[in-house]
């Protein structure tokens, strides 16, 4: 009789901590500082494949505030991203695109829109090799297509050396570019 008790605990256990699992997992991070007062909530699904970013930041001498949204969700080839931003004077930028998984990498490709409602095209491709050789390159493009920045790398291993070329390019009359960050997922 003993004996049946002790397996059956386990085995609820095991059944508890499973459904905990599939449950959406939150955390909410705050700071105070004299000047600033910022709150970012994180929320995953594993089960859905959803993880969201929710981030208010207040300026608390002048009471100006930013916030920011953040949405990933999990696809079969990769996963789908899609931020939106908006600033002190209420100006509002976004990003949205995909992410594939390649056999040896991953691509990106999606659109930016900025704060004074210009659009850009991204793109982004990373790729690995079992010998440790990688390359990365990224495109900014205008809404007519025209490349406004770009920037290619290759890194290669040989005989112990490890060779990293890297170029950049941008359009002329483009003093800052958008940046291109590589979306996580």
Known sequence: MH????????LAVLAFASSL????????????GPN??????????RETGTAT?????TNLNTGSAASSSALRQRTDTGSTVSVTQTGPQGRTRSLEGERVRTENGSTFSGTATGRGGQTYGLSDSRSRDG???SQASQRVTDSDGNTLAARDR???????QVNTTVSRSRAEGV???????????
């Open 154 to 160: 290759a890194t290669t291993r040989s005989n112990g």
């Open 3 to 10: 004996k049946i008790h002790l397996i059956l605990a386990p």
């Open 21 to 32: 699992a599939a449950q959406e997992l939150s955390r909410t991070k705050t700071f105070e």
């Open 36 to 45: 600033v007062s910022a709150t970012q909530t994180t929320t995953v699904n």
């Open 53 to 57: 970013r929710d981030r208010d930041v």
């Open 131 to 133: 010998q440790g050789n």
């Open 175 to 185: 003093s800052r570019p958008p940046r291109v960050r590589r979306p996580r997922g």
